[in-house]
């Protein structure tokens, strides 16, 4: 069995994420917490619903602050930007 399709592109969406496998109808969601690997399983059938409600419990479990790192990009970007000078 293969994955569906937005299962995949959902789940690049995300940096935290490191590692999918897919054993015995069931999906291994793999991330890092502190350097240590760890996982959260799904089954096959899971909806959509379910992979949200597990992928908000990764990023809780982890510490994620989506927030923090836009801004951070943000200010990466303006500080990147060239400036003109208008004479």
Do not use: C
């Not at 969406?13 to 590692?19: A, L, M, N």
């Not at 109808?25 to 799904?42: C, F, M, P, Q, S």
């Amino acid at each position: 069995m293969v994955l569906y399709k937005w299962i995949r592109e959902l789940l690049k969406k995300y940096s935290f994420v490191t590692d999918t496998s897919f054993l015995h109808a069931k999906l291994y969601i793999y991330y890092e917490k502190n350097g240590v690997t760890k996982r959260k399983i799904l089954p096959y059938r899971a909806t959509r619903d379910q992979l949200l409600q597990t992928i908000e419990a990764i990023k809780k479990d982890i510490d994620y602050k989506e927030d923090e790192i836009v801004k951070e990009r943000a200010n990466q970007n303006k500080s990147d930007a060239p400036v003109f000078e208008i004479i």
